[in-house]
């Protein structure tokens, strides 16, 4: 079944209904060399491009064979390849805004947990809304970014969605927020943070598929 995710965004005192449609494929770009995703954005960006990618795009794919590593069809991957460039050159773009803040948070999703059942131990709490780490598993993907991030001094939220995110915004004011999700959240999530006066960082998902989905470390790590 189509999902849509819709927000009420309040821009500059206009409330908009933002609808952001969820890809309508399954992709795991993990085995993709990390050079790959940092290529694009820096060519994207340099030539001032990035919102008119799309030949850019094309010569990527091929040279770096992102079908063949991947069974996305060319569409598919031209699709999320331009999310990429955007997510990426958005973090540029709000780089020098985001070093500048002091209050910060970062969302991970919870469907990077290790576990989606009774096997992993975090508790959820409505009042928040999060999931709260009990770091029951060493190689947990979620649990390795909770304890690194909240060594940088980050509060660290596991968000079931991203309509959790305007409520924990509201109630406390956040300066900068790192976010990690698949592309659709992010564009839901960037807009709502925009629309709040939030500096908004992004680190999309290399594997969706709503369970067991995985984010490069690295890259968050790097972002942190
Ligand atoms: S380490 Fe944390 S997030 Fe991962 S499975 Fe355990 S309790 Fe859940
Ligand atoms: S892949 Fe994860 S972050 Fe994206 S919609 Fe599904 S559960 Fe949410």
């Known amino acids: 079944m189509l999902r849509l995710n819709i927000a009420i965004v309040n821009f500059k005192g206009l409330f908009c209904l933002l609808v952001v ?3 309508k494929f399954t992709f795991d770009l993990s085995k993709i060399p990390r050079f790959f995703f940092k290529e694009i ?15 850019t ?18 569409s598919d991957a031209v699709l999320l ?3 990429f460039v955007e997510i990426q050159a958005r973090n540029l773009l709000e780089r020098d805004s985001f070093v500048q803040t002091r209050k910060r948070a970062l969302f991970l999703p919870h469907c990077s947990r290790k ?16 999931y ?20 940088k001094g980050y509060d660290v939220y596991i968000l079931p969605g991203g309509s959790c995110v305007p409520k924990i915004l509201k109630a406390k004011h956040y300066e900068g927020v790192i976010g990690v999700s698949c592309g659709e959240e992010i564009k ?9 006066g939030v500096a908004g960082q992004a680190v999309p998902l290399v594997k969706n ?5 995985s984010f490069n470390l690295e890259t968050l790590f790097d972002l942190l």
């Open 41 to 55: 954005a820096k060519v994207s960006y340099q030539k001032g491009m990035h919102k008119k990618v799309s030949r």
């Open 115 to 130: 576990y989606m059942d009774s096997r992993c131990k975090a508790v959820f709490d409505p009042n928040i809304p999060s």
């Open 81 to 83: 390849l331009e999310d």
């Open 209 to 213: 598929g709503c369970a067991n989905t």
């Open 132 to 151: 709260i780490c009990a770091h029951c598993s060493p190689d947990c993907l979620v649990n390795r970014a909770v304890s690194f991030a909240e060594k």
């Open 57 to 74: 795009v094309h010569e990527v794919i091929r040279r770096f064979k992102i079908q063949e590593a991947t069974g996305l069809n060319f």
């Open 188 to 196: 839901l999530g960037g807009e709502i943070m925009k629309s709040m």
């Open 21 to 23: 449609m969820p890809y």
